[in-house]
């Protein structure tokens, strides 16, 4: 396997059509660079384009510089912060 991801549809309170995260992406070590992971997005992004989606968005940790440098050349982060409670 060289890469792999997983994404969900949801319901949005805000809009019509639902939004589409991008949950997982994963591009084996020996592969990245070769466009694997801009292509796995781009075929997600299709997918959510086809099923009407109003938005693809996904998170990564800000230290995450090298995946960074691929997602900043889709747009900008969004400014949004994340916070998480531990539940376990």
């Known amino acids: 396997m060289q890469g792999i991801t997983h994404y969900s549809f949801q319901n949005s309170t805000w809009v019509k059509t639902n939004y589409c995260?991008?949950?997982d992406l994963f591009v084996n070590p020996n592969a990245r660079g070769l466009g694997l992971g801009r292509a796995l997005i781009d075929e997600v992004k299709k997918v959510a384009i086809?099923?009407?989606s109003k938005r693809l968005y996904w998170n990564?940790?800000?230290s995450n510089e090298a995946a960074r440098k691929l997602y900043d050349s889709y747009i900008l982060e969004s400014g949004k912060v994340q916070y998480?409670?531990?539940?376990q």
């Open 60 to 62: 990564t940790d800000r």
């Open 50 to 52: 086809e099923a009407g």
């Open 84 to 87: 998480r409670i531990p539940l």
């Open 21 to 23: 995260y991008l949950e």
